[in-house]
């Protein structure tokens, strides 16, 4: 049962344009959601967060938008460069409580020069 | 301040073997969690300790065990190896119990059982 689902395995963006990662949920408890970059041969590193009482949070070119109707969220970065290029996981929580991080498969985002 | 430290970083083992992977963590920090990375099923949560308990485990078989010391380092042990074992484990330390902070991820170890 995967609760935390990103759909696009991959995702091809023009340097200089926005890419958009989305990511789904399922569990109606989760109120803390998380994305992480993953270069090969690297472990995930943590990008940015946000928690079910913002629908918006932003750091410098990076943007994660909640949205809890609809279970959906996405991150944003404007401008995309070719350093993005990397994996990202969605991850979800339940925030104070001991419930462990669910990951997302994650997408594969490509930035061509 | 030094970063999560997987050893090894390879491993090649035989079926029917088993094998010990060692984290160890951010200094100061208590929470270890360990998953398995294996293609198209993203990040498969193992299990979380904090304070040499187990506090969370996912979904896997007893062949998969883990234990933490009084340092906070941790071990995961997996017994009688399958091919589908091969897989990257990755460790993760952070400050706090469960959820509610970023986690940190170690380089992970590559198993790979033939």
């Known amino acids: 049962d995967q609760q935390v689902k990103q759909n696009s395995p991959s995702l091809s963006v023009q340097e200089g344009r926005i890419s958009i990662l989305n990511c789904d949920y399922t569990?109606?408890?989760?109120?803390?959601f998380l994305w992480y970059k993953k270069y090969p041969a690297e472990g995930p590193t943590f990008l940015i967060s946000?928690?079910?009482?913002?629908d918006k949070n932003e750091d410098g070119r990076f943007t994660v938008f909640l949205n809890k109707s609809a279970k959906h969220l996405s991150l944003h970065i404007v401008p995309s460069q070719p350093g993005d290029s990397a994996v990202y996981f969605c991850?979800?929580?339940?925030?104070?409580?001991?419930?462990?991080?669910?990951f997302g498969t994650g997408t594969k985002l490509q930035v061509i020069p | 301040k030094a970063g999560v430290t997987q050893t090894p970083r390879y491993l090649i083992k035989t079926r029917g073997q088993q094998v010990t992977l060692s984290c160890s963590p951010i200094?100061?920090?208590?929470?270890v969690s360990w998953y398995q990375q294996t293609p198209g099923q993203g990040l498969q949560f193992l299990f979380e300790?904090?304070?040499?308990?187990?506090?969370n485990k996912g979904n896997f078989p007893g062949r998969f065990s883990g234990r933490q010391f009084s340092n906070s380092r941790s071990e995961m042990n997996v017994s009688t190896l399958e091919l589908g074992d091969s897989a990257l484990y990755l460790c993760?330390?952070?400050?706090?119990?469960?959820?509610?902070?970023?986690?940190?991820f170690g380089q992970g170890t590559r198993l790979t059982v033939v």
């Open positions: 993760a330390s952070s400050s706090k119990q469960g959820s509610g902070t970023e986690a940190f």
């Open positions: 569990n109606s408890m989760f109120d803390y």
């Open positions: 946000i928690s079910s009482i913002k």
């Open positions: 991850a979800a929580a339940v925030l104070g409580g001991y419930q462990k991080v669910t």
């Open positions: 200094s100061g920090h208590r929470s």
């Open positions: 300790y904090f304070s040499e308990t187990q506090r």
